[in-house]
């Protein structure tokens, strides 16, 4: 057996009582404590960049492409579905799923109440699972397989509060144009995602309904949605679809129709990226500082061991052994906390926020393997590397003085 382990397992908290164990316990708490933050920080910040993006996503998509105009009317001009574009779409794999829209203002008018609203409408090829992680009450819409437009809708809470509606209501809505038209429809769900861009003045209809309105052809639409494999490649893969467009079309990337919201978002992983330097200065400091007092507390057993002929190399290894065993301890206990708590909320929820402030009712938690891996290998490297500083004072140490030393 290696001699500076052995002597290193021997002096391990374990075998030691009394000062030198209660700073052993010091050392893996504070170790346990900062890895088990950082995972609980990368936890809650992936999950609230997670959740409210793809909240964004499910109403816009990663992209949206439309006919470019002059004006800044919410009105449109369709463009149809017979475009290069749409027919060259699906050559190119990094594209998972586009589908058609339409917008169309209008008011809202309840018993009471008159909201005003944009109509979006979306058809068959809209993706209504990922929209169905914002639907709390009711179903999504039936479209017509003859083609005709459904008189369906889906409100958010926030405007079925307002005008004091539910599902299963009846709502008419008036639209402003030449000449003014209205349609009733039936409220068939309610969808919420706290964001005020979407809950405050959209709901969903079908597509079909603001074709007749505005008189279009059957094939169509007031612009495309585009969905694609990898959210990380947003601004890398914008070129490409650019490329494919028609040359009266616009790209917009809906990380910066929505910048406000996304900036936000990145601003929390500036805040985070500072708590984490913070957090690895304090444990650094740590274990130089628990290293200093375990060879000032051995300074005897360090003149025994040069008196013997130890070399200062085996005499180091012997604190360097000691250090590991320490952050070996703490990180394992960090780990069993961090995805203990992980887990536990995933599971419970038992932590809940504001959704006014917040933008969702619970803490939300993203398994980011890679990165948890990442936290533990910084830990062990910057803890490790900072052993060796402490230990060099041991090549300083007199024998006689040291064997003396009380």
Known sequence: MNLSYFIAKRISFKRTGGFTGTIHRIAVASIAIGLAI???????????QSVISEKVFSFTGHYQIHRFVMSKSLEESPTSKDSYF????????????????????????????????????????????????SLVKGRFIQFSESGSASNEVILSTKIAKKLMLDVGERITMYFVQDPPRFRRFDIVG????????????????????????NDWEDDEVG???????????????????????DYDLKLV??????????????LLNNNVYVFLGLILFVAAFNMVSILFILIMERTQMIGILKALGAKNRQIRRIFVWNGLRIIGRGMLIGNLVGFGFGFLQDKTRFITLEPESYY?????????????????????????????????????????????FD
């Open 38 to 48: 950082m995972i609980i920080s990368f936890m809650i910040l992936g999950g609230f």
């Open 86 to 133: 749409f027919s060259e779409y699906p050559k190119h794999s990094y594209i998972r799923h586009v589908q058609g829209y339409a917008t169309k203002p209008g008011l809202l008018k309840g018993d009471e109440e008159v909201e005003g609203v944009i109509l979006k409408g979306v058809g068959p090829d809209f993706d209504s699972l990922t929209f169905s992680a």
């Open 190 to 213: 309610l969808y919420e995602t706290f964001l005020e861009d979407f809950d405050d003045k959209v709901i969903l209809g079908d597509i079909q309904t603001i074709r007749v309105l």
């Open 223 to 245: 612009g495309f949605e585009v969905f694609v494999d990898n959210t990380a490649y947003i601004d890398r893969y914008a070129s490409r679809i650019y490329d494919l467009m």
């Open 253 to 266: 990337k809906a990380t910066d129709k929505y910048i406000q919201i996304f900036d936000w978002l990145e």
């Open 360 to 404: 969702m009712s619970f803490v939300p938690v993203f398994w980011d393997w890679p990165v948890f891996i990442a936290l533990n290998l910084l830990i062990l490297v910057i803890t490790t590397a900072v052993l060796f500083i402490p230990s060099m004072i041991i090549a300083n140490v007199n024998p006689i003085k040291s064997i003396r």
